[in-house]
């Protein structure tokens, strides 16, 4: 018995149809089963705006509180201790999720609580500096002294400029030597930095707009040393030191 083109046609559709159903079947990714955890229960009534951080691993979550006229950061539930004002903006996990830091304030001066141990007070802390090195065995800020700022890691103080530039507070990769951005006249334009991979060298894109009052520079130390510094005044610098 002949088949006619039609029926032809119309059984060679079926089987294009059944194997694309079977490839489709093949490719769709197992299902997965999802669930949610509550990591913590926050009263918003008591939340302090621009204060909170949840951890890299997202597994801890930090965030000011007030309270009877004191305000302080709670960690995964645990209150730390109560101060007078809590810095906002200033509030970081450690890259490895185990070290929390934030700015405080106190007798009308300011400092750093790292892991709930108050650092020195200055007259007040430079906004956006807050850094952890990549290995979260070092953390740096800007502080103000005397009218001036200065970088400040771990327990060393930096030496003093008009001003260090914000958000240019830069660690290398293995976390032993810090490059940053620091003028020597009332205004900057902010300045990326970037170090190499392998920690040797960093460069920095500047525009000093040519003028002669601006000098702006870009220091990088080891943290063993007190820090360098090496006035630019190309548009574009690197170094190896």
């Given at each position: 018995m002949t088949t006619s083109p039609t029926r032809l046609a119309l059984f060679m559709s079926l089987a294009l149809l059944c194997w694309a159903i079977v490839v489709a079947a093949e490719d769709k990714p197992p299902r997965r089963d999802v669930t949610e955890k509550r990591l913590i229960q926050i009263d918003f009534s008591l939340l302090l705006p621009d204060l909170f951080a949840v951890s890299p691993d997202s597994l801890h979550v930090a965030y000011g509180a007030r309270a009877e006229q004191k305000q302080f950061v709670i960690v995964d539930g645990q209150a730390g201790k109560p101060y007078p004002a809590i810095l906002g903006g200033m509030l970081r996990f450690s890259p490895n999720s185990q070290r929390v830091a934030y700015g405080a304030q106190q007798d009308r001066k300011s400092f750093l609580v790292v892991d709930g141990k108050a650092h020195k007070p200055y007259e007040a802390l430079g906004a956006g500096t807050l850094r952890f090195s990549p290995d979260s065995q070092h953390v740096a800020y800007a502080a103000v002294t005397d009218a001036r700022m200065r970088v400040v890691v771990d327990a060393t103080e930096h030496p003093p400029y008009t001003a260090i530039v914000p958000e240019t507070l830069t660690f290398s990769p293995n976390g032993q030597r810090l490059a940053y951005g620091a003028t020597s006249a009332q205004t900057a334009s902010t300045s990326p930095t970037a170090y190499a991979r392998d920690s040797s060298?960093?460069?920095?894109?500047?525009?000093?707009?040519?003028?002669?009052?601006?000098?702006?520079?870009?220091?990088?130390?080891?943290?063993?040393?007190?820090?360098?510094?090496?006035?630019?005044?190309s548009r574009w610098a690197s170094s190896n030191a």
């Open positions: 060298g960093l460069s920095c894109w500047m525009d000093n707009q040519g003028s002669p009052t601006m000098a702006l520079a870009l220091a990088a130390c080891s943290l063993a040393r007190t820090g360098n510094a090496w006035p630019m005044s």
